[in-house]
């Protein structure tokens, strides 16, 4: 069983789902929830808990412009590459970005830019693990679930970001 809660945001709607174990999925406005694979719509029960709360808490400081990092309890399920992935994006620093080929050199293999991208594509947790700091080796912006004026704004949000050397 999941809960569910709903906030505006300045770049739309976001739903968070929780469960006993930590944050399933961030997901934005309308996105259809089959696109986490491990959650079945009759298992969202609308409600907030005491980690919704401080989710809610920490995605509205990050708004605000007075929180950087998150501190949360997270439980995305995904392939282990995909888990691979997903923490290298947790450890780009807010403010920064890295391209999809740095992304994959950190994973041990400069070849998998494209599987990179691909499970960046599946990350559950938006904002929280932020996909949104990895753009294109030429510094411009690709695919985002949201799409590319979110992923801008989120960047601009966080100050002018520079590429990782």
């Known amino acids: 069983?999941?809960?569910v809660t709903t906030i505006d945001t300045p770049v739309g709607e976001l739903r968070i789902i929780g469960g006993e174990r930590g944050l399933r999925a961030i997901l934005w406005?309308?996105?259809d929830v089959a696109r986490i694979a491990s959650i079945d719509e009759e298992d969202l029960h609308e409600g907030r808990t005491p980690l919704?709360?401080?989710a809610v808490e920490q995605l509205e400081e990050y708004f605000a412009g007075t929180r950087r990092d998150f501190d949360l309890p997270l439980d995305p399920l995904g392939t282990p590459f995909q888990q691979s992935a997903w923490m290298v994006l947790r450890t780009i620093p807010?403010?920064?970005t890295?391209?999809?080929g740095q992304q994959a050199r950190q994973l041990g293999d400069p070849n998998k830019a494209r599987a990179v991208g691909a499970a960046n594509g599946k990350n559950p947790l938006s904002i929280v693990v932020p996909?949104?700091?990895?753009?294109g080796s030429g510094g411009q912006l690709t695919g985002f679930a949201a799409g590319?004026?979110?992923k801008s704004w989120l960047l601009d949000h966080e100050?002018?970001?520079?590429l990782i050397a």
């Open 52 to 54: 919704l709360d401080k």
């Open 98 to 100: 890295i391209s999809y």
């Open 131 to 135: 996909c949104h700091r990895v753009i």
């Open 94 to 96: 807010y403010g920064k």
């Open 148 to 150: 590319l004026d979110v």
């Open 29 to 31: 406005g309308a996105e």
């Open 1 to 3: 069983m999941f809960h």
């Open 159 to 162: 100050h002018q970001p520079r």
